[in-house]
Protein backbone atom coordinates (compact mmCIF):
# COMPACT_ATOMS: atom_id res chain seq x y z
CA UNK A 1 0.00 0.00 0.00
CA UNK A 2 1.68 3.60 -0.82
CA UNK A 3 0.86 6.58 1.43
CA UNK A 4 1.65 10.01 0.35
CA UNK A 5 -1.28 12.42 1.69
CA UNK A 6 -2.15 11.25 5.39
CA UNK A 7 -4.53 13.27 7.86
CA UNK A 8 -3.38 13.21 11.50
CA UNK A 9 -6.89 14.77 13.66
CA UNK A 10 -5.74 15.93 17.01
CA UNK A 11 -2.20 18.16 17.17
CA UNK A 12 -1.32 17.64 20.20
CA UNK A 13 1.89 16.31 22.92
CA UNK A 14 0.97 13.13 20.26
CA UNK A 15 -0.42 13.86 16.66
CA UNK A 16 1.67 17.18 16.40
CA UNK A 17 4.93 15.20 16.97
CA UNK A 18 3.82 12.62 14.53
CA UNK A 19 2.22 14.85 11.84
CA UNK A 20 5.69 16.46 11.27
CA UNK A 21 7.67 13.51 11.51
CA UNK A 22 5.62 11.84 8.75
CA UNK A 23 5.71 15.24 6.86
CA UNK A 24 9.62 14.81 7.67
CA UNK A 25 9.90 12.27 5.95
CA UNK A 26 8.08 12.92 2.92
CA UNK A 27 4.47 12.20 3.34
CA UNK A 28 1.91 15.15 2.18
CA UNK A 29 0.12 15.57 5.77
CA UNK A 30 -3.07 17.56 6.71
CA UNK A 31 -2.70 18.23 10.64
CA UNK A 32 -6.45 18.72 12.03
CA UNK A 33 -6.96 20.42 15.32
CA UNK A 34 -10.69 22.25 16.43
CA UNK A 35 -8.96 24.25 18.81
CA UNK A 36 -8.29 27.63 16.99
CA UNK A 37 -5.88 28.78 19.03
CA UNK A 38 -3.67 25.92 18.20
CA UNK A 39 -4.27 26.58 14.24
CA UNK A 40 -3.43 29.86 14.61
CA UNK A 41 -0.44 29.37 16.64
CA UNK A 42 0.59 26.22 14.26
CA UNK A 43 0.32 28.62 11.28
CA UNK A 44 2.05 31.28 12.59
CA UNK A 45 4.99 29.11 12.56
CA UNK A 46 4.91 28.41 16.42
CA UNK A 47 4.25 26.02 18.62
CA UNK A 48 2.05 25.67 21.39
CA UNK A 49 3.52 23.02 23.35
CA UNK A 50 7.20 22.59 25.12
CA UNK A 51 8.95 19.53 23.56
CA UNK A 52 12.14 20.00 23.21
CA UNK A 53 13.04 19.61 19.35
CA UNK A 54 9.45 20.01 18.21
CA UNK A 55 9.36 23.92 17.32
CA UNK A 56 12.19 22.85 14.76
CA UNK A 57 11.13 19.69 13.32
CA UNK A 58 7.05 21.66 13.10
CA UNK A 59 9.08 24.69 11.51
CA UNK A 60 11.04 23.15 8.73
CA UNK A 61 7.57 20.50 7.75
CA UNK A 62 5.38 23.54 7.24
CA UNK A 63 8.37 25.38 5.34
CA UNK A 64 8.58 22.29 2.84
CA UNK A 65 4.93 22.41 2.61
CA UNK A 66 4.46 18.83 3.59
CA UNK A 67 2.82 19.88 6.44
CA UNK A 68 -0.43 22.16 6.46
CA UNK A 69 -2.94 22.80 9.23
CA UNK A 70 -6.57 22.64 9.08
CA UNK A 71 -10.02 22.78 11.03
CA UNK A 72 -10.88 20.18 8.76
CA UNK A 73 -10.09 16.79 7.33
CA UNK A 74 -9.97 16.35 3.85
CA UNK A 75 -9.92 13.20 1.78
CA UNK A 76 -6.18 11.06 2.67
CA UNK A 77 -5.05 7.49 2.42
CA UNK A 78 -4.45 7.19 5.67
CA UNK A 79 -6.46 8.80 8.57
CA UNK A 80 -4.61 8.97 12.34
CA UNK A 81 -6.99 9.88 15.30
CA UNK A 82 -4.65 11.43 18.37
CA UNK A 83 -7.81 13.20 20.36
CA UNK A 84 -7.47 13.51 23.98
CA UNK A 85 -9.34 10.68 26.22
CA UNK A 86 -9.82 11.95 29.40
CA UNK A 87 -12.33 10.61 32.17
CA UNK A 88 -15.73 12.75 32.96
CA UNK A 89 -14.86 14.97 36.07
CA UNK A 90 -18.18 14.81 36.89
CA UNK A 91 -19.55 11.75 35.97
CA UNK A 92 -19.30 8.37 38.08
CA UNK A 93 -19.82 4.42 37.56
CA UNK A 94 -20.24 2.32 40.66
CA UNK A 95 -19.47 -1.69 41.64
CA UNK A 96 -19.75 -2.91 44.30
CA UNK A 97 -19.59 0.35 46.95
CA UNK A 98 -16.73 1.34 44.90
CA UNK A 99 -16.78 4.49 42.52
CA UNK A 100 -14.81 4.36 39.17
CA UNK A 101 -13.95 7.12 36.68
CA UNK A 102 -15.97 7.02 33.08
CA UNK A 103 -13.73 7.67 30.12
CA UNK A 104 -14.86 10.71 28.25
CA UNK A 105 -14.71 9.41 24.15
CA UNK A 106 -16.50 12.59 23.33
CA UNK A 107 -13.51 13.69 20.97
CA UNK A 108 -12.76 9.85 19.70
CA UNK A 109 -16.39 10.25 18.53
CA UNK A 110 -16.28 13.37 16.92
CA UNK A 111 -12.76 12.84 15.36
CA UNK A 112 -13.92 9.65 14.11
CA UNK A 113 -17.31 11.58 12.37
CA UNK A 114 -15.17 14.10 10.83
CA UNK A 115 -13.05 11.17 8.81
CA UNK A 116 -17.00 9.71 7.71
CA UNK A 117 -17.48 12.03 4.43
CA UNK A 118 -13.71 11.75 3.54
CA UNK A 119 -13.55 7.88 3.96
CA UNK A 120 -12.64 6.58 0.90
CA UNK A 121 -12.54 2.42 -1.00
CA UNK A 122 -8.33 1.32 0.24
CA UNK A 123 -7.94 4.02 2.79
CA UNK A 124 -6.49 3.41 6.14
CA UNK A 125 -7.29 4.74 10.19
CA UNK A 126 -5.55 4.30 13.10
CA UNK A 127 -7.06 4.90 16.29
CA UNK A 128 -3.85 6.08 18.61
CA UNK A 129 -5.60 7.49 21.10
CA UNK A 130 -5.78 5.84 24.60
CA UNK A 131 -9.06 3.75 25.28
CA UNK A 132 -10.55 1.15 26.82
CA UNK A 133 -10.59 -2.41 25.57
CA UNK A 134 -12.66 -2.47 22.22
CA UNK A 135 -13.10 0.74 21.65
CA UNK A 136 -11.59 0.40 17.56
CA UNK A 137 -14.33 -2.49 17.39
CA UNK A 138 -17.63 -1.29 19.21
CA UNK A 139 -17.22 2.45 18.89
CA UNK A 140 -15.11 3.76 15.99
CA UNK A 141 -15.67 0.78 13.15
CA UNK A 142 -19.57 1.29 13.58
CA UNK A 143 -19.36 4.85 13.07
CA UNK A 144 -16.85 4.17 9.76
CA UNK A 145 -19.34 2.00 8.41
CA UNK A 146 -22.08 4.13 8.21
CA UNK A 147 -20.30 5.42 4.89
CA UNK A 148 -21.66 2.13 3.85
CA UNK A 149 -18.14 0.49 3.45
CA UNK A 150 -17.03 -2.41 5.29
CA UNK A 151 -13.97 -2.02 7.76
CA UNK A 152 -11.35 -4.41 7.23
CA UNK A 153 -12.91 -5.27 4.03
CA UNK A 154 -12.93 -2.02 1.88
CA UNK A 155 -11.45 0.11 4.14
CA UNK A 156 -8.29 -0.86 6.84
CA UNK A 157 -8.94 0.17 10.31
CA UNK A 158 -6.08 -0.49 13.21
CA UNK A 159 -5.45 0.68 16.80
CA UNK A 160 -1.86 1.40 17.36
CA UNK A 161 -0.84 2.71 21.11
CA UNK A 162 1.35 5.80 21.51
CA UNK A 163 4.16 4.96 24.15
CA UNK A 164 6.69 7.70 23.68
CA UNK A 165 7.98 9.90 27.10
CA UNK A 166 7.39 13.63 27.04
CA UNK A 167 10.38 15.24 27.02
CA UNK A 168 11.84 12.65 24.31
CA UNK A 169 9.06 12.22 22.01
CA UNK A 170 10.48 12.79 18.83
CA UNK A 171 13.40 10.45 19.36
CA UNK A 172 11.13 8.05 21.06
CA UNK A 173 8.47 8.07 18.45
CA UNK A 174 11.02 6.68 16.01
CA UNK A 175 13.13 4.32 18.17
CA UNK A 176 10.61 2.29 19.86
CA UNK A 177 9.27 -0.72 19.25
CA UNK A 178 5.26 -0.19 17.88
CA UNK A 179 2.48 -2.35 17.97
CA UNK A 180 0.12 -2.31 15.46
CA UNK A 181 -3.65 -3.85 15.89
CA UNK A 182 -6.12 -4.56 12.97
CA UNK A 183 -9.48 -5.58 13.05
CA UNK A 184 -7.74 -8.13 10.39
CA UNK A 185 -4.42 -9.28 9.88
CA UNK A 186 -4.24 -7.16 6.88
CA UNK A 187 -5.70 -3.97 8.63
CA UNK A 188 -2.26 -5.15 10.76
CA UNK A 189 -0.01 -4.94 8.14
CA UNK A 190 -1.24 -1.45 6.32
CA UNK A 191 -0.79 -0.01 9.71
CA UNK A 192 2.09 -1.36 9.86
CA UNK A 193 3.43 -0.21 6.42
CA UNK A 194 2.23 3.38 7.58
CA UNK A 195 4.27 3.25 10.61
CA UNK A 196 7.63 2.25 8.86
CA UNK A 197 8.11 5.11 6.63
CA UNK A 198 9.52 6.29 10.01
CA UNK A 199 10.03 3.99 12.50
CA UNK A 200 13.13 2.66 13.28
CA UNK A 201 12.21 0.19 16.25
CA UNK A 202 10.06 -3.30 15.53
CA UNK A 203 6.44 -2.86 14.39
CA UNK A 204 4.55 -5.68 15.71
CA UNK A 205 1.08 -6.70 14.31
CA UNK A 206 -1.56 -8.15 16.31
CA UNK A 207 -5.31 -7.71 16.28
CA UNK A 208 -6.89 -4.10 17.88
CA UNK A 209 -8.32 -5.14 21.42
CA UNK A 210 -4.71 -6.49 22.19
CA UNK A 211 -3.19 -3.33 21.06
CA UNK A 212 -5.65 -1.53 23.13
CA UNK A 213 -4.88 -3.87 26.01
CA UNK A 214 -0.95 -3.60 25.97
CA UNK A 215 -1.01 0.13 26.19
CA UNK A 216 -3.83 -0.15 29.37
CA UNK A 217 -1.22 -2.86 30.75
CA UNK A 218 1.75 -0.71 30.42
CA UNK A 219 0.26 2.03 32.21
CA UNK A 220 -1.76 0.37 34.78
CA UNK A 221 1.70 -1.38 36.16
CA UNK A 222 3.17 1.56 36.84
CA UNK A 223 0.56 2.89 38.53
CA UNK A 224 0.49 -0.28 40.73
CA UNK A 225 4.26 0.02 40.97
CA UNK A 226 4.14 3.38 42.21
CA UNK A 227 1.03 2.98 44.86
CA UNK A 228 2.98 0.39 46.30
CA UNK A 229 5.87 2.72 46.16
CA UNK A 230 3.63 5.30 47.91
CA UNK A 231 2.30 2.64 50.49
CA UNK A 232 6.19 1.83 51.74
CA UNK A 233 6.97 5.23 52.35
CA UNK A 234 4.14 5.26 54.63
CA UNK A 235 4.80 2.69 56.44
CA UNK A 236 9.01 3.90 56.10
CA UNK A 237 7.50 7.09 58.34
CA UNK A 238 5.53 4.63 60.99
CA UNK A 239 8.76 2.30 61.71
CA UNK A 240 11.15 5.04 61.40
CA UNK A 241 12.93 4.01 58.42
CA UNK A 242 14.10 6.04 55.29
CA UNK A 243 12.43 4.96 52.21
CA UNK A 244 14.76 5.98 49.92
CA UNK A 245 17.58 4.40 51.64
CA UNK A 246 15.58 1.35 51.75
CA UNK A 247 14.25 1.63 48.12
CA UNK A 248 18.09 1.90 47.32
CA UNK A 249 19.07 -0.97 48.98
CA UNK A 250 15.77 -3.60 48.10
CA UNK A 251 16.77 -2.59 44.27
CA UNK A 252 19.86 -4.21 44.51
CA UNK A 253 18.41 -7.47 43.89
CA UNK A 254 18.70 -8.10 40.71
CA UNK A 255 14.96 -8.84 40.42
CA UNK A 256 13.46 -6.30 42.00
CA UNK A 257 13.04 -2.66 40.67
CA UNK A 258 10.89 -0.70 43.23
CA UNK A 259 9.54 2.71 41.81
CA UNK A 260 10.04 6.12 43.58
CA UNK A 261 6.94 7.87 45.86
CA UNK A 262 6.13 11.20 45.19
CA UNK A 263 3.01 13.42 46.42
CA UNK A 264 1.33 11.08 43.74
CA UNK A 265 0.13 10.11 40.20
CA UNK A 266 -0.45 12.77 37.53
CA UNK A 267 -0.29 13.33 33.99
CA UNK A 268 -2.83 12.31 30.90
CA UNK A 269 -1.63 8.87 30.89
CA UNK A 270 -0.96 6.84 34.50
CA UNK A 271 -3.75 8.25 36.61
CA UNK A 272 -6.45 8.19 33.74
CA UNK A 273 -5.72 4.99 31.67
CA UNK A 274 -6.10 2.22 34.69
CA UNK A 275 -9.98 3.44 35.01
CA UNK A 276 -10.30 2.71 31.50
CA UNK A 277 -9.82 -1.22 32.58
CA UNK A 278 -11.69 -0.69 35.44
CA UNK A 279 -15.00 1.05 33.62
CA UNK A 280 -15.32 -1.84 31.49
CA UNK A 281 -14.70 -4.69 33.57
CA UNK A 282 -14.97 -3.45 37.66
CA UNK A 283 -15.64 -6.95 38.79
CA UNK A 284 -12.48 -8.39 37.87
CA UNK A 285 -10.36 -5.00 39.08
CA UNK A 286 -9.94 -4.61 42.81
CA UNK A 287 -6.32 -4.05 42.73
CA UNK A 288 -6.24 -1.58 39.92
CA UNK A 289 -9.12 0.08 41.82
CA UNK A 290 -7.17 0.41 45.02
CA UNK A 291 -3.85 1.03 43.66
CA UNK A 292 -5.74 4.03 42.10
CA UNK A 293 -7.00 5.15 45.55
CA UNK A 294 -3.54 4.83 47.17
CA UNK A 295 -1.87 7.17 44.25
CA UNK A 296 -5.11 9.60 44.38
CA UNK A 297 -4.66 9.35 48.56
CA UNK A 298 -1.02 10.55 48.70
CA UNK A 299 -1.65 14.50 48.40
CA UNK A 300 -3.72 14.26 51.29
CA UNK A 301 -0.98 12.01 52.77
CA UNK A 302 1.42 15.32 51.89
CA UNK A 303 -0.56 17.98 53.13
CA UNK A 304 -0.94 16.03 56.67
CA UNK A 305 2.69 15.59 57.29
CA UNK A 306 3.05 19.34 56.22
CA UNK A 307 0.76 19.96 59.13
CA UNK A 308 3.32 17.85 61.51
CA UNK A 309 5.68 19.75 60.59
CA UNK A 310 4.05 23.22 61.17
CA UNK A 311 0.77 22.76 62.99
CA UNK A 312 -2.27 24.63 61.80
CA UNK A 313 -2.23 25.52 58.21
CA UNK A 314 -4.06 28.52 58.55
CA UNK A 315 -2.47 31.47 57.33
CA UNK A 316 0.44 29.56 56.85
CA UNK A 317 3.12 30.64 53.98
CA UNK A 318 4.28 28.32 51.68
CA UNK A 319 6.47 28.36 48.67
CA UNK A 320 4.90 25.65 46.18
CA UNK A 321 7.79 24.62 43.75
CA UNK A 322 6.74 22.85 40.72
CA UNK A 323 2.86 22.02 39.48
CA UNK A 324 3.83 19.90 36.36
CA UNK A 325 3.24 16.28 36.84
CA UNK A 326 6.53 14.75 36.65
CA UNK A 327 9.98 16.83 36.18
CA UNK A 328 11.22 18.99 33.23
CA UNK A 329 7.88 18.90 31.62
CA UNK A 330 5.20 21.78 31.18
CA UNK A 331 2.55 19.23 31.49
CA UNK A 332 -0.42 20.22 34.49
CA UNK A 333 -2.63 17.77 33.71
CA UNK A 334 -3.78 15.98 36.68
CA UNK A 335 -0.91 16.65 38.49
CA UNK A 336 -1.21 15.74 42.14
CA UNK A 337 1.05 19.00 42.56
CA UNK A 338 -1.40 20.69 42.26
CA UNK A 339 -4.08 18.68 44.10
CA UNK A 340 -1.47 19.33 47.10
CA UNK A 341 -1.86 23.44 46.44
CA UNK A 342 -5.33 23.27 46.13
CA UNK A 343 -5.83 21.10 49.70
CA UNK A 344 -3.36 23.22 51.66
CA UNK A 345 -5.38 26.74 50.61
CA UNK A 346 -8.57 24.70 51.46
CA UNK A 347 -7.05 24.56 54.85
CA UNK A 348 -6.03 28.04 55.21
CA UNK A 349 -2.54 27.82 54.07
CA UNK A 350 -1.28 30.70 51.74
CA UNK A 351 0.74 28.98 48.68
CA UNK A 352 2.57 30.49 46.65
CA UNK A 353 3.47 28.23 43.49
CA UNK A 354 6.49 28.32 40.80
CA UNK A 355 6.11 26.38 37.99
CA UNK A 356 8.92 27.23 35.62
CA UNK A 357 7.92 25.41 32.66
CA UNK A 358 4.97 27.39 32.75
CA UNK A 359 5.78 30.40 34.43
CA UNK A 360 2.84 32.11 32.84
CA UNK A 361 0.07 29.35 33.57
CA UNK A 362 -3.29 30.51 35.02
CA UNK A 363 -5.52 28.10 36.82
CA UNK A 364 -8.29 28.08 38.78
CA UNK A 365 -7.51 28.57 42.77
CA UNK A 366 -3.53 28.65 41.96
CA UNK A 367 -1.83 32.47 43.40
CA UNK A 368 1.11 31.67 40.88
CA UNK A 369 4.41 33.34 41.77
CA UNK A 370 6.06 35.85 39.12
CA UNK A 371 9.21 33.50 39.65
CA UNK A 372 11.39 31.71 42.19
CA UNK A 373 12.43 34.22 44.05
CA UNK A 374 8.96 35.31 44.38
CA UNK A 375 7.47 32.80 45.25
CA UNK A 376 9.67 32.44 48.56
CA UNK A 377 10.08 36.05 49.38
CA UNK A 378 7.73 35.94 52.12
CA UNK A 379 7.53 31.75 52.51
CA UNK A 380 7.61 29.92 56.29
CA UNK A 381 8.13 26.74 54.34
CA UNK A 382 9.77 25.52 50.98
CA UNK A 383 7.74 22.40 49.19
CA UNK A 384 9.71 20.95 46.84
CA UNK A 385 7.02 18.69 44.26
CA UNK A 386 8.55 18.42 41.66
CA UNK A 387 12.11 16.93 40.76
CA UNK A 388 12.73 19.53 37.84
CA UNK A 389 16.61 20.06 37.46
CA UNK A 390 16.74 23.35 37.42
CA UNK A 391 15.45 23.14 41.46
CA UNK A 392 18.10 20.27 41.88
CA UNK A 393 20.65 22.47 41.28
CA UNK A 394 19.84 25.07 43.59
CA UNK A 395 22.45 25.81 46.11
CA UNK A 396 20.92 26.37 49.20
CA UNK A 397 23.44 28.61 50.31
CA UNK A 398 21.93 31.38 47.94
CA UNK A 399 18.35 30.36 48.19
CA UNK A 400 19.09 31.00 52.05
CA UNK A 401 19.76 34.86 51.97
CA UNK A 402 16.71 35.53 49.54
CA UNK A 403 13.92 33.28 52.21
CA UNK A 404 12.88 33.78 55.80
CA UNK A 405 11.84 29.94 55.23
CA UNK A 406 13.79 27.66 57.21
CA UNK A 407 12.04 24.23 56.99
CA UNK A 408 11.89 22.33 53.63
CA UNK A 409 9.80 19.44 52.56
CA UNK A 410 11.28 17.69 50.17
CA UNK A 411 8.24 15.32 48.71
CA UNK A 412 10.83 13.63 45.99
CA UNK A 413 14.18 13.08 47.16
CA UNK A 414 15.35 16.17 45.42
CA UNK A 415 17.55 17.91 47.82
CA UNK A 416 20.94 16.57 50.14
CA UNK A 417 18.88 17.03 53.46
CA UNK A 418 22.60 17.66 54.87
CA UNK A 419 23.75 20.58 52.22
CA UNK A 420 20.73 22.55 52.93
CA UNK A 421 20.90 21.67 56.66
CA UNK A 422 24.41 23.29 56.77
CA UNK A 423 22.61 26.36 55.48
CA UNK A 424 20.32 26.72 57.74
CA UNK A 425 17.28 24.58 56.85
CA UNK A 426 15.58 21.98 58.38
CA UNK A 427 14.70 19.89 56.10
CA UNK A 428 11.60 17.25 56.23
CA UNK A 429 11.46 14.37 53.21
CA UNK A 430 8.14 12.31 52.05
CA UNK A 431 8.83 8.68 53.51
CA UNK A 432 11.16 9.42 56.28
CA UNK A 433 10.34 9.18 59.75
CA UNK A 434 8.72 11.78 61.71
CA UNK A 435 11.36 11.73 64.61
CA UNK A 436 12.80 14.98 64.30
CA UNK A 437 9.19 16.45 63.90
CA UNK A 438 8.16 14.89 66.91
CA UNK A 439 11.51 16.26 68.47
CA UNK A 440 11.17 19.97 67.16
CA UNK A 441 7.35 20.68 67.08
CA UNK A 442 7.15 24.05 65.38
CA UNK A 443 9.96 25.96 64.19
CA UNK A 444 7.38 29.00 62.89
N1 LIG B 1 0.85 12.92 26.02
C1 LIG B 1 1.40 11.71 26.11
O1 LIG B 1 2.52 11.57 26.57
C2 LIG B 1 0.66 10.48 25.62
C3 LIG B 1 1.37 9.27 25.53
C4 LIG B 1 0.71 8.16 25.05
C5 LIG B 1 -0.62 8.25 24.67
N2 LIG B 1 -1.29 9.44 24.77
C6 LIG B 1 -2.68 9.46 24.35
O2 LIG B 1 -2.77 10.15 23.12
C7 LIG B 1 -4.01 10.85 23.03
C8 LIG B 1 -3.75 12.31 22.76
O3 LIG B 1 -3.05 12.84 23.85
P1 LIG B 1 -2.28 14.22 23.78
O4 LIG B 1 -1.42 14.26 24.99
O5 LIG B 1 -1.67 14.42 22.45
O6 LIG B 1 -3.52 15.23 23.96
P2 LIG B 1 -3.51 16.83 23.79
O7 LIG B 1 -4.59 17.35 24.64
O8 LIG B 1 -2.11 17.34 23.95
O9 LIG B 1 -3.88 17.06 22.26
C9 LIG B 1 -5.07 16.64 21.70
C10 LIG B 1 -5.47 17.64 20.63
O10 LIG B 1 -6.65 17.13 20.02
C11 LIG B 1 -7.48 18.23 19.70
N3 LIG B 1 -8.84 17.72 19.50
C12 LIG B 1 -9.81 17.44 20.41
N4 LIG B 1 -10.91 16.96 19.80
C13 LIG B 1 -10.63 16.94 18.48
C14 LIG B 1 -11.36 16.55 17.32
N5 LIG B 1 -12.59 16.04 17.43
N6 LIG B 1 -10.77 16.67 16.12
C15 LIG B 1 -9.51 17.16 16.00
N7 LIG B 1 -8.77 17.56 17.05
C16 LIG B 1 -9.33 17.44 18.27
C17 LIG B 1 -7.32 19.16 20.87
O11 LIG B 1 -7.71 20.47 20.56
C18 LIG B 1 -5.82 19.02 21.16
O12 LIG B 1 -5.06 20.00 20.47
C19 LIG B 1 -4.74 10.58 24.35
O13 LIG B 1 -5.58 9.49 24.22
C20 LIG B 1 -3.60 10.22 25.29
O14 LIG B 1 -4.03 9.42 26.34
C21 LIG B 1 -0.66 10.55 25.23
Known amino acids: MKFQKICVLGLGYIGLPTASTFAAHGLKVLGVDINPYVIETLRGGNVHIHEPGLRTVVQSALNSGNLTISSQAEEADAFLIAVPTPFYEDQYGEHDGRKFRLADMRAVTSATEAILPCLRKGNLVVLESTSPPRTTVDLVKPILERSGLKAGVDFHLCYSPERVLPGQILKELIENARVVGGVTPESAKAGHELYATFVKGEIVETDATTAEMVKLMENTTRDVNIAIANEFARLAEKFGVDIWEAISLANRH ?3 NILSPGPGVGGHCISVDPWFL ?10 IYHARQVNDEQPHFVVRKIEQIVGSLKDRKIAALGLAYKPDVDDLRESPAIEVVHLLQKEGAQVKAWEPF ?5 LRGVDMAAGLEDAIAGAELILLLVKHTEFINLKPEELALKTPARLILDCVNGWTADRWENSGFTVFRLGVNNA ?7 QI
Open 278 to 287: VETAPELTPL
Open 254 to 256: PRI
Open 436 to 442: KIISQPS
Open 358 to 362: KPDAK
